[in-house]
């Protein structure tokens, strides 16, 4: 019989975290002030914890994870790598098709990666509670699960618009002991402008971070917590593309394309960074495919400047492709991707021509994951149905062309809690939504202006 399932046995789980900026081929752009001068760590220290400070501007190649972080991952670290024969089978396609399941984690998605450490390095600081933001709810439900892991209160601001379409989510946040609310709120200064404003706001993940940064802030038992798009959360999550690596030499071949959905970011970064050390080197070249939905388009559409992480300016400005920090984003079923910006590190990798991107309709997305669903078994979150679609155009061109290339996605979680969302496209009741330019160049008409 064929082997499908590529497994690495629990003492091989990464020692060390890969820090792509070390492999850069310029450093990283300099994150500004509200005075628009580079901001020094130390400004961090009122939301962040030293060590995750310290990650955040480290240029080393590796940083190791602390043994009681490798311990938890062990719950479900390494995760498979998947030859998808049967998906091969259904598209008719020369092309060998990978996935990593990283929905096999308790939270149900790769976000725990990140969420635990995170946790650790706050509770090492004496830290009792965190804020957060969430935007599907796998980050909300992850940080939720960590912070009972360590003892830790967690507030979780979920955008509204997934707060009403996933119910269950919320489920599982309070089961781990997680504080849920809708945002906005009434609870902060960001939220009631926004309410004032419009009642029936969706929310936004930037309008949920601006009210999780500014409860932190004003509080000193408690940090905040981010679960994409800063550099140290890419870090975490690169435990993925190590151990994928490995997996790969044991299946005897290497992946031509690599594709992750990608909001923040630190989907496509943890699956990718360590591959594009290989490019860096010189060694097995790769085509890194970052995949966004075209009614969020921030790679593809948006604009290569400085901007805040939030939709009122809380945060530090970052040099970043941006569709404007107080762009509000259309009510799309995959939630996770509602980000009006894309990750520093990504941003600045895409913007020199070393990674690439796409965007796929949400229609395209559900038909692509009920296809997959339907050969594998395994129903995907819409996060990961973008990654899933690219690879099946891709799978679908090398039909055309006979090219037996080797195509590999990441599978960043599963759909249960999603089901709502695959109700809608099975019933006819989902929509495509492209983002009007017009309306995507008003929100970057009020980008930040910085003098020279």
């Known amino acids: ?99 990593k399941y990283e929905g096999a984690s308790p939270a149900g998605s790769h976000k725990l990666n990140s969420a635990i450490p995170q946790a650790y390095y706050n509770k090492q600081e004496g830290i009792t509670r965190l804020t957060t933001e969430t935007g599907a709810g796998q980050w909300g439900s992850s940080l939720s699960l960590a912070g009972e892991m360590f003892g830790i209160d967690v507030r979780i601001y979920m955008v509204n618009v997934s707060y009403q379409q996933k119910p269950f989510r919320r489920s599982m946040m309070q089961t781990w002991g997680g504080e849920v609310l809708a945002s906005p709120s009434s609870l902060t200064t960001a939220g009631r402008a926004a309410l004032a404003e419009n009642p029936d706001n969706p929310g936004s993940l930037g309008l949920a971070i601006a009210e999780a940064v500014e409860e932190a802030a004003s509080r000193p038992d408690t940090h905040y917590a981010l679960g994409s798009a800063l550099n140290h959360v890419l870090l975490h999550q690169t435990v993925i593309g190590l151990e994928a690596r490995k997996q790969f030499e044991l299946a005897g071949t290497w992946p031509d394309m690599i594709f992750a959905p990608c909001g923040g970011g630190s989907n496509f970064g943890g699956v990718a960074f360590p591959f594009f050390a290989d490019n860096a080197a010189g060694r097995k070249q790769v085509r890194l495919v970052a995949v966004e939905p075209s009614s969020c388009p921030s790679l593809t559409r948006g604009h290569y400047a400085y901007d805040f992480g939030d939709s009122v300016g809380l945060t530090p400005l970052m040099k970043q492709y941006t569709l404007g920090h107080d762009f509000m984003p259309p009510s799309i079923h995959a939630g996770g991707l509602r980000y009006h910006g894309a990750s520093s590190l990504v941003s600045q990798l895409y913007h020199e021509g070393l990674i690439e991107a796409v965007s796929v309709p949400q229609l395209a997305t559900f038909e692509a994951g009920v296809a997959f669903a339907r050969a594998e078994g395994i129903i995907p979150a819409p996060e990961s149905c973008h990654a899933i679609r690219a690879c099946i155009d891709e799978a679908l061109r090398c039909k055309e062309s006979g090219e037996e290339k080797t195509l590999f996605f990441n599978l960043s979680g599963h759909g249960h809690f999603d089901m709502a969302s695959y109700d809608k496209y099975l019933s006819g009741a989902l929509e495509d939504y492209e983002y009007p330019q017009e309306a995507i160049a008003a929100a970057l008409a009020r980008l930040p202006q910085l003098t020279a």
Not at 16 to 36: S, T
Not at 49 to 59: D, H, T, W
């Open 1 to 99: 019989m064929l082997q499908t399932k590529f497994l690495l046995p629990d003492n091989e789980i990464p020692t060390h975290w890969y820090n792509v900026v070390a492999d850069m081929p310029k450093p990283p752009e300099p994150v500004l002030g509200p005075d628009g001068q580079p901001l020094t760590p130390d400004a961090l220290s009122a939301i962040f914890p030293q060590a995750l400070i310290e990650q955040e501007v480290s240029r080393e190649r590796w940083i190791e994870i602390p043994q009681e972080v490798r311990e938890l991952y062990r719950l479900w670290r390494p995760t498979a790598l998947v030859r998808a024969r049967r998906l091969e089978e259904a598209l008719g396609t020369p092309a060998k098709i990978f996935f």
